[in-house]
């Protein structure tokens, strides 16, 4: 443990350990316009370290970006809370048993903390204060908040909300929070202004990384966010009441905006995006939907550490693992599908993504089958899906060699593939085309939603002529693992 006893969990303890890790890099004075985005994407390519930023371009030392945090299985293990060394579907499996065992801890409040060690409000707010970078070429504007965790209340339940939406610079005092329809603080959003009041909100800016994960977890609406934090960190995340509107802070946070979402008129929200997002795509400019906050006081703790979360084309990732489809591997078991032994995804944001493949150890005539179905037809694997592979357990479902020697060798395509139209899908899907996007005639809301096909594909060994199907030849591990030792290989 490389935490200091006295002090809990936060980012600048969690920069600390990667430090010791020996998984951290300083670099000094790089130009928050594109050249940090590059920078960050240049070493997420080579699955470098994390990097922080500091002496950044026009801004004073202390304020820092930290980005490429949970880029590989060893810094999200950390950050997970299950040390370095897991990789993988090992990595997987532990988070699986982790989140299952987890119990919710309630949040303490407490009556001061480090983020309140500076404000800046009235002439002095200007939300361009803190380095927030362009961190694409083509991006619409500076996005301050990518790992971020948006702070709300539900004005009818009193329950606390975190969730990571995009937050996009938009003036000195007001920044745009892309909260999609149906997420959880766009509804609360919603419920006040139904009531014609402004939606209080704040923003945190840099948080402990359990934090930050709780709030990019799709838990239902009932549970509260800073709960599961507290549960997976097995002590309670401590929070102060912000001044201005009594909401739950992280005692301990980075940077946090307070402030309003008013009410929405005409014309008055903001041209959002575009921004270059985790599909490997500018997606999503959008006049008109996204909500603008006003920002009354901004709180900063000394040398303040924003976390730097840009999406960027495939294969990299700003998490390691495809968190997303541990939700879908139990929703296959509640689904009642047997026999699971891997599920992994290869493009993915938060969501599963649009290609996951699932291992089975095959157990009757269309259990293959029978997975591809539930796959398709589960919450976490319906949305934004695409291409569904089912393989056998002899096959490593993270490693794409494997399954694509699976796909070649085990499949015949008129047996094995089936397509299926018009599935719920995610508006992030860069393949929809322009027509399917458009509001329809007649139509007065916004849009309708949006769908995509879906190929399932079998490429597990037919299960009618199991018994001929011919034997690989690779070696069993045991036995390359002897060889190498005798011969010293
Ligand atoms: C880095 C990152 C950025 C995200 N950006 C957005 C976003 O801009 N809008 C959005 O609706 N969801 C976004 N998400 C997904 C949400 O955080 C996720 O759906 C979360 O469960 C929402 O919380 P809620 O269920 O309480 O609404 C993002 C996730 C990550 C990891
Ligand atoms: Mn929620």
């Known amino acids: 443990m490389t935490r200091n006893s006295n002090s809990a969990p936060d980012l600048q303890n969690f920069v ?6 020996g998984q951290l890099r300083h670099i000094d004075g790089a130009d928050w316009n594109i050249e940090i985005g590059a920078i960050t994407e240049a070493v997420s390519d080579k699955e470098g370290p994390a990097l922080l930023f500091d ?20 810094r999200f293990g ?19 048993a982790k989140s299952k065992a987890m119990k919710p801890i309630a949040p303490v409040e407490v009556a001061d903390g480090p983020v309140l060690q500076n404000r800046l409000d009235g002439d002095r707010l200007d939300v361009l204060s803190f380095p927030a970078p362009m961190w694409h070429e083509k991006d619409g504007g500076r996005y301050i908040g990518t790992g971020c965790s948006v702070i709300t209340v539900d004005p009818e339940t009193g329950r606390t909300n975190l969730g990571t939406y995009r937050c996009m610079v938009q003036g000195r005092d007001k920044v745009s929070i892309k909260m999609n329809k149906g997420k959880h603080g766009r509804m609360a959003m919603e419920k006040y202004h139904a009531k014609g009041l402004p939606c209080p909100v704040a923003i945190s800016i840099g948080e402990d990384p359990m934090m930050f994960l709780s709030s990019v977890m799709s838990v239902p609406v009932d549970v509260e966010e800073y709960h599961i934090a507290g549960g997976l960190r097995g002590a309670p995340v401590e929070i102060v009441r912000s001044p201005l509107h009594g909401l739950p802070i992280p005692a301990r946070g980075e940077i946090v905006l307070e402030g309003e979402i008013p009410l929405i008129t005409p014309g008055s929200l903001p041209q959002e995006g575009p921004f270059g997002e985790w599909a490997g795509y500018y997606a999503d400019t959008t006049t008109g939907e996204v909500p603008l906050m006003v920002v009354k006081a901004i709180y900063y703790r000394d040398n303040p550490i924003i976390l730097g979360m840009p999406p960027m084309k495939p294969p990299n990732h700003y998490m390691s693992l495809p968190l997303g489809v541990a939700a879908l591997w139990d929703q296959l078991e509640a689904a009642g599908v047997p026999g699971i032994t891997g599920v992994w995804s290869f493009v993915y944001g938060g969501v599963v993504g649009p290609f996951v493949v699932i291992s089975i150890k095959q157990a009757y005539m269309g259990h293959a089958k029978q997975t591809l179905m539930a796959a398709t037809g589960t919450r976490a694997g319906a949305y934004g899906g695409k291409f569904v592979v089912v393989v056998d357990d002899d ?25 299926v139209h018009g599935v719920w899908t ?12 458009n509001m329809g005639h007649g139509q007065t809301t916004m849009r309708h939603g949006y769908t995509m096909d879906r190929m399932l594909i079998d490429a597990c060994r037919p299960y009618s002529w199991l018994d001929e199907f011919p034997e690989v030849n690779a070696f069993p591990q045991e036995e390359k693992d002897k060889v190498t030792k005798k011969w010293n290989l």
């Open 78 to 96: 950390v950050a997970l809370g299950l040390g370095a060394g897991s990789h993988g579907l090992d990595l997987l499996k532990k988070w699986r």
């Open 55 to 74: 002496n950044i371009k026009g801004y004073p030392k202390g304020f820092r970006i930290l980005s490429n945090a949970f880029r590989t299985h060893d």
């Open 426 to 437: 995610s508006p992030a899907d860069p393949a929809i085309p322009p027509h399917r996007r």
């Open 16 to 21: 600390s350990e990667l430090e010791e890790l």
């Open 395 to 419: 096959v490593d479902v993270t490693n794409l060699h494997d399954v694509i020697w699976a796909m070649s060798t085990r499949c015949d395509p008129g047996e094995c593939v089936d397509i």
